[in-house]
């Protein structure tokens, strides 16, 4: 990022049509979201390390029609080398503390990619952690939404940010409101800065 900065929001293109997809490094992650939030302008921020080979030179503009990232590679997954506990503590760092915006496979199909029971994944899990994984899952999506509505987002922005589709904000609303016993609005209005 720091040979291309972003300066000025009229250097993005206005077209709604495109996706722009950017490759940056690590420690350039939070001035980028700084500057997003600070401009207000709605972004998906989607983690590939499959794409890093691809986009060498800085950005990249694809039409958002004909451009669907591939999926994380097989590879992403611990080799069967790990003890069990390092495959679980695997699996909460990359499914609960990295995918939290985006739907997670079945605990079945994260079992299986593991090369573990199912049920040994659920026990252990649970006694690492003190929690289920989807518990914990939904925990961190929740406190994730709270946070940006703390921040002044508006609902159905955040309720995309965190892995609702535009036909999922009455799910949304209801998973928040569970979690946290009011609906997104009340708790904005009660808690925004």
Known sequence: MN?????SVHELPKNQDLTVCLQIEQQDTQTLLSF???????FELVYHPVLSSSLKGGASVFPSASYVPKEES????PSSHLSTREKIEWAYDYYI??????????????????EIATSQFRSLFKKI????FYQLYLEKRMEYASKLLRKGL?????????????????KFN????????MTPKKYQLQYAS
């Open 3 to 7: 040979s291309h900065p972003i300066t």
């Open 36 to 42: 997003l939030l600070s401009k207000q302008i709605s």
């Open 74 to 77: 097989v590879s992403a997954i």
């Open 97 to 114: 503390q990295r995918k939290h915006t985006q739907n997670v496979p079945a605990e079945t199909e994260i079992a299986s990619q593991l």
């Open 129 to 132: 952690y003190g929690k289920g």
């Open 154 to 170: 508006k609902c159905n922005e955040v309720a995309k940010m965190v892995g609702y589709g535009s036909n999922s904000a009455i």
């Open 174 to 181: 209801k998973m928040f409101q569970k979690h946290f016993g």
